[in-house]
């Protein structure tokens, strides 16, 4: 007999935590393709020659390599031929050099799927979880408006998420390095050794940022740390706001001026697109993945729960697969790691108890009525109700327990006093009410409650 | 500079051809939550332990075992630690047992999800793909009304793929056993090597059985084969030929009188559940798994396709997760190999050129009106409809070809004559007809539009 278990650092749910999971999984789904992001799926296991192009980097100590048994047998003959992704932004630059010529451009595509990594099992450390990614990318080129769809899309998914009021911090590298030149730090490496230490202003606070920086490492004089710190802590708060802090940021070099002609331009378009203006704010300290990110860059947190982190970030990116393709492939997008917030939702209390995806239970009351509850259940899907038939003689009261700890919100009886009078009785589990409905139109009365229940729940204020 | 490219034996989709396959999956899903099933999703990451408690078998054999960096400095010391489960089975059963008492029974899980195999790479062989499986398990007795419930769902979801007419096969194991008993052939593990013979059938042909059950191996009188070959023909065409046929088989032992009697209750209550009796049949030469199963067995076949063999295959087994629990876990089942099947369909040439996801572009005649474009876009997102916005200025022509390549049936069209007349100039890509709505109604407008064409759709004859 052998214990049954996961390996550690992943989510196994169970199924009323996983529908719940289900539907975040499918709101993020429904709005990416509401904005016309197209699907794409790509295998867990790639190539190692293809998926890990550089070497040595923190990724590659996490990455989980794959073996058949064959292949196992010829272990230790150097770095096995297959591993799983790690993320979806390698697999997606080899999708998109693989099929170039098969796409069309500006290519949006979305992708769902679960990563891998061989983390240090820890809490709220996953190494198997899902990603919830978008980019749109272009061919030579890719117009700024691209960028500043991103955080209309960001703003539909969390308002219908409903787990309360959020910011979209949107900043844009050029400023920070067109800033950093003014102030003399212009080695685009010292830029980023600077940031990274910037980047850990909420983590270590500003004093000891202030200290590292004026210490022997970096020797920037205390006026000119002051400075990059005062720069780095402009928010604004509202659209007036942050077209305002913009225009007393005063000139720079060309890169700073294209920086702030980016972001006013990102700006006028979220507003465009609906965003209210108390969903996003420029931040100036938003400096992200110090390499890879070159233009717009976003984070989103929640007003709330700070301590939460980022929900969703990303940004723009000057060429996607340089390793694989000599087509120069600009791109913007943004991820949602779904397994960590879902985690971190459910530790804050934001998740509520989900409703199963099972509508009705049709209890038996009488084995006699079995093939008459079928009938019941064939009209009710047919409805498009999820409808659940109690199959085997179990006493009404354990049958009503069952629908209320599975969460299933109605239970539909037929006795034989409702069979005569044509009725069909309904326990409402959430209201703890009861009514009867005329046979001909139980499902088309279940299908406005249903309704009337999914409206209210999408008409709760973000 | 790397090639961009997969692993042989995956099957990696571009966006339209995705977007087929992310419908035929979303059917199966909605029709497994239409009857009451639960999501679980697995990791699929497994400790080995738990994964392979059965040693030496096939399914070892192909397994893909998982090692991060660390773990392969240690190779060579025994079976690695992880490896990426192969089938949805093994892992449903380490599940109900680690949560068994978290769960109510009988438990209704489906669970879609890649599952991964070392095969040899091989046309239509897969080493990645997508089962897609519903199961219900049972503690300590399992009613055989669980079993009948499961060809409505194989109807329902492939009446509403639309690929054609297709029969639901039946049978029942202890029918078989019990015949086989009533041969002489008592012993189980003879009769698990005659059937394995008798699943060869359609392949090699009824006189090349015969000659392989007549010899020395098994030694059977010709007279016993021929009997044999004679039961396992049997067919119905109908319900009621179905009942002749069954009664006309006559008397037998006990475990082939339960297997008449089991798949006479299925048969009623299929027909119960609303299965048109063109979609079922009794098929005794079904076997199926030859060790697993133990009573009703199903395949699915379609009827102009029968080179394609089962679509749609499960059945009754006595005991989920001996490995793991002492429960006794009595469970039926079936699978979709969903990656296999939507190949074979698409190489029968069975599945159409899906429509985008993206439903309506949004054109740009006018840089001038981008951002009237863009309220146009939020105002269909807002009603359902899946936008994309032309955010960069490109000849109309390029726009219209770009909708008609990528499959988006819809262009919305404003240019400074209609906001004049307050109107959108809509072209309807597939009728390759134009017309107009006036600006407040196009999102209602558009929704009827593809309301309609929605409509038309489901109502396909199966």
Not at 112 to 131: D, K, L, N, S, T
Not at 268 to 295: C, F, H, K, Q
Not at 335 to 346: A, C, D, P
Not at 412 to 441: S, W
Request: proline share 3%; aromatic share 6%.
């Amino acid at each position: 007999m052998i214990k049954p278990r996961t390996m550690p650092g992943v989510m196994e749910l169970l199924p009323r935590e996983q529908i719940a999971l289900q539907r975040m999984l499918d709101v993020i789904r429904r709005n990416y393709e509401r904005f016309g992001f197209l699907p794409v799926e790509t295998p867990a296991i790639e190539l190692s020659e293809v998926l890990l192009t550089k070497t040595g980097g923190e990724t590659e100590r996490q990455v989980y390599f794959v073996q058949s048994t064959g292949a196992l047998d010829k272990a230790g003959e150097g770095v096995p031929e297959l591993a799983l992704r790690f993320d979806l932004t390698v697999p997606l630059a080899r999708y998109v050099a693989e099929h170039e010529h098969d796409l069309a451009f500006p290519f949006r595509r979305y992708q769902i799927q679960r990563v891998y990594r061989g983390e240090r099992a820890q809490r709220g450390r996953f190494r198997e979880f899902y990603q919830a990614d978008i980019d749109v990318i272009g061919k030579d080129g890719l117009s700024i408006r691209f960028d500043a769809e991103l955080p209309a899309v960001i703003h539909a998914i969390f308002t219908e998420l409903a787990i309360g009021p959020f910011t979209i911090q949107l900043n844009n590298r050029k400023l920070m390095r067109g800033f950093l030149a003014g102030l003399g730090i212009a080695d685009a490496q010292q830029q980023a050794l600077v940031l990274r230490e910037v980047d850990k202003l909420d983590k270590r606070g500003a004093e000891a940022v202030r200290v590292t920086l004026t210490g022997d490492a970096f020797g920037l004089a205390g006026e000119v740390v002051d400075r990059l710190l005062e720069f780095v802590r402009i928010r604004s708060h509202g659209h007036d706001d942050a077209l305002a802090k913009l225009a007393a940021l005063g000139d720079g070099d060309e890169t700073f001026t294209a920086g702030v002609a980016e972001l006013r331009e990102v700006l006028a378009m979220v507003r465009a697109l609906g965003v209210p203006e108390s969903a996003y704010a420029i931040n100036l300290s938003i400096a992200r993945g110090l390499d890879y990110y070159t233009g717009t860059v976003f984070e989103t947190t929640l007003n709330e729960h700070p301590q939460i982190g980022s929900i969703c970030s990303g940004g723009r990116y000057e060429n996607l697969a340089s390793n694989y393709t000599k087509s120069k492939l600009p791109g913007v997008g943004i991820s949602i790691g779904v397994t960590r917030l879902f985690w971190q939702l459910r530790e804050a209390g934001l998740i509520d108890q989900a409703d199963s995806s099972v509508q009705v239970l049709v209890g038996l009351l009488d084995e006699a009525r079995l093939h008459d509850n079928l009938q019941i259940a064939r009209e009710l899907r047919a409805a498009g109700i999820n409808a659940e038939v109690q199959l085997d003689a179990r006493k009404l009261k354990a049958q009503m327990q069952y629908a209320d700890r599975a969460g299933i919100r109605f239970v539909a009886l037929v006795g034989d006093d409702e069979a005569a009078r044509a009725v069909v009785a309904i326990k409402d589990m959430r209201r703890g009410a009861q009514f009867e409905v005329a046979r001909g139109e139980l499902a088309s009365a279940l299908r406005v409650e249903i309704e009337q229940s999914r409206a209210m729940r999408s008409g709760d204020p973000a």
